[in-house]
T-cell receptor, first 113, second 112 residues
Framework: GQQLNQSPQSMFIQEGEDVSMNCTSSSIFNTWLWYKQDPGEGPVLLIALYKAGELTSNGRLTAQFGITRKDSFLNISASIPSDVGIYFCAGQRSGGSNYKLTFGKGTLLTVNP | KAGVTQTPRYLIKTRGQQVTLSCSPISGHRSVSWYQQTPGQGLQFLFEYFSETQRNKGNFPGRFSGRQFSNSRSEMNVSTLELGDSALYLC???????????FGPGTRLTVL
């Protein structure tokens, strides 16, 4: 099935640093979602984006829905050790009965205290 | 509100057996989607149910099936298990009015 191109694959940063990751697609999506997954758990929704150009924040997290509707990015400011985990982007073409999410491969974030 | 629950959390089966996984969505959510997560393929969509009807289906063989009950709880069945079916199976629920999908903790299936 189609996958989103998510980068980088992994990041190793120092506590306090800012982080940026992004997803791109060859297709247009109506919705972009960002999830975080801890080992042995299901993904937890961080931010949902519904409009092209939309910029949304959730605490230290900020995400944007690209104007072309083919990309999105997630920024984490002032990282802390509990930010460690795998971050996934997901795109959705809503409308009709299609609620399938297409996921990126994930970005593994490691934060060094 | 309670989150999405999945049972069992862990399961070990042998090749050729079949397995049934269960998912209880968030109260009031009528859509339930199932995903398979493996290190190699990532998160892959299996199927989605809404009001007891399968609305969407991913590219998985017919050995993978599901159903949804009138209370929106859903089950997923895999018959004739293969080694490659070892994965984390995730269920997600969503309201009919919104696009956000909320995931359960998953069922870790190991096929020996």
């Amino acid at each position: 099935g189609q996958q989103l191109n998510q980068s980088p694959q992994s990041m190793f940063i120092q506590e306090g640093e800012d982080v940026s990751m992004n997803c791109t697609s060859s297709s247009i999506f109506n919705t972009w979602l960002w999830y975080k997954q801890d080992p042995g758990e299901g993904p937890v929704l961080l931010i949902a984006l519904y409009k092209a150009g939309e910029l949304t924040s959730n605490g230290r997290l900020t995400a944007q829905f690209g104007i072309t509707r083919k990309d999105s990015f997630l920024n984490i400011s002032a990282s802390i050790p509990s930010d460690v985990g795998i971050y996934f982007c997901a795109g959705q073409r809503s409308g009709g009965s299609n609620y399938k999410l297409t996921f990126g491969k994930g970005t593994l974030l490691t934060v060094n205290p | 509100k309670a989150g999405v629950t999945q049972t069992p959390r862990y399961l070990i089966k042998t090749r050729g057996q079949q397995v049934t996984l269960s998912c209880s969505p968030i109260s009031g959510h009528r859509s339930v989607s199932w995903y398979q997560q493996t290190p190699g393929q990532g998160l892959q969509f299996l199927f989605e149910y809404f009001s007891e009807t399968q609305r969407n289906k991913g590219n998985f063989p017919g050995r993978f099936s599901g159903r949804q009950f009138s209370n929106s709880r859903s089950e997923m069945n895999v018959s004739t298990l293969e080694l490659g079916d070892s994965a984390l199976y995730l269920c997600a629920s969503s309201s009919s009015s919104y696009n956000e999908q909320f995931f359960g903790p998953g069922t870790r299936l190991t096929v020996l």
